[in-house]
């Protein structure tokens, strides 16, 4: 298996990169922040609960992230790898993550840290506001995220330089400039 841990700040172009990946290798998405909007979409009392942390633009307890992430992992079938978009974003998680893939005789391939400036990054998430209309994409709920990001996340960024498997990503350019610095590695380890 070939599993991506695709990390960056908000607005880094996680999710676009991901797209990406899955046309070019197939691989199965999960998206903390997406499986967690579905869960708010679904009108749940959980959802509720996860809008109110969500329009913080705190972090969705560990333990809740690890039962979420263990679902999708139990229905996951047949797959050449993963793609995890927004996790681990806290060094606990990534811990949980590598016990949980040991478990199924598999491990992290290789974690790409998407680098774009945060002046970029406010501009990018300021225009999506605009078109996708999520509840966190508001200029004070992107400040608070960034700050959650440089507090809690960024340190997994050791976490993966001591285990071998970092891979900084310049995340500047368009979005197939970026791709194809990506493609590059996930070439060389899919030989
Ligand atoms: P999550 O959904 O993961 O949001 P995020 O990390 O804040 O990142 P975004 O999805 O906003 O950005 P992205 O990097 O995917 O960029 P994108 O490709 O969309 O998490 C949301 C919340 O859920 C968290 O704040 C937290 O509360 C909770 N959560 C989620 N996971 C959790 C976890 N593991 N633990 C605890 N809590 C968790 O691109 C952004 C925009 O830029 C798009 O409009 C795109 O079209 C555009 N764009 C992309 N690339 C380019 C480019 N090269 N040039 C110009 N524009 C571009
Ligand atoms: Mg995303």
Same mark, same amino acid.
């Given at each position: ?16 990169? *991901? ?7 197939? #691989? ?9 909007? %579905?869960?708010? %979409? *679904? ?5 509720? +609960?996860?809008? %109110? ?8 307890? =560990? &333990?809740?992230?690890? =039962? ?24 606990? !998680?990534?811990?949980?993550? /590598? +016990? ?24 990018? #998430? #300021? ?18 995220? #960034? !700050? ?5 996340? &960024? ?16 995340? *500047?350019?368009?979005? =197939? &400039? ?9 070439? /060389?380890? *899919? !030989?």
């Amino acid at each position: 298996m070939i599993n991506v841990v695709i990390f960056g700040p908000p607005g880094a172009g996680k999710g676009t990169q *991901s797209k990406k990946i899955i046309e070019k290798y197939g #691989l199965k998405h999960i998206s903390t922040g997406e499986l967690l909007r %579905a869960e708010i %979409a *679904s009108g749940s009392e959980l959802g509720e +609960r996860i809008k %109110a942390i969500i329009d913080k633009g705190k972090l969705i307890s =560990d &333990e809740l992230i690890t =039962d979420i992430l263990t679902k999708e992992l139990e229905n996951l079938g047949n797959v050449p790898g993963v793609i995890f978009d927004g996790y681990p974003r806290t060094v606990n !998680q990534a811990e949980i993550l /590598d +016990r949980i893939l040991a478990e199924w005789g598999t491990e992290v391939s290789v974690m790409f840290d998407l680098e774009v400036e945060e002046e970029e990054l406010v501009k990018r #998430l #300021l225009k999506r506001a605009e078109i996708m209309g999520r509840s966190d994409d508001t200029i004070d709920v992107i400040k608070k995220r #960034l !700050q959650v990001y440089h507090k809690k996340t &960024e340190p997994v960024i050791d976490y993966y330089k001591e285990t071998g498997k970092y891979k900084e990503i310049d995340g *500047s350019g368009t979005i =197939d &400039e970026i791709f194809s610095r990506i493609d590059k590695v996930l070439q /060389d380890l *899919s !030989q």
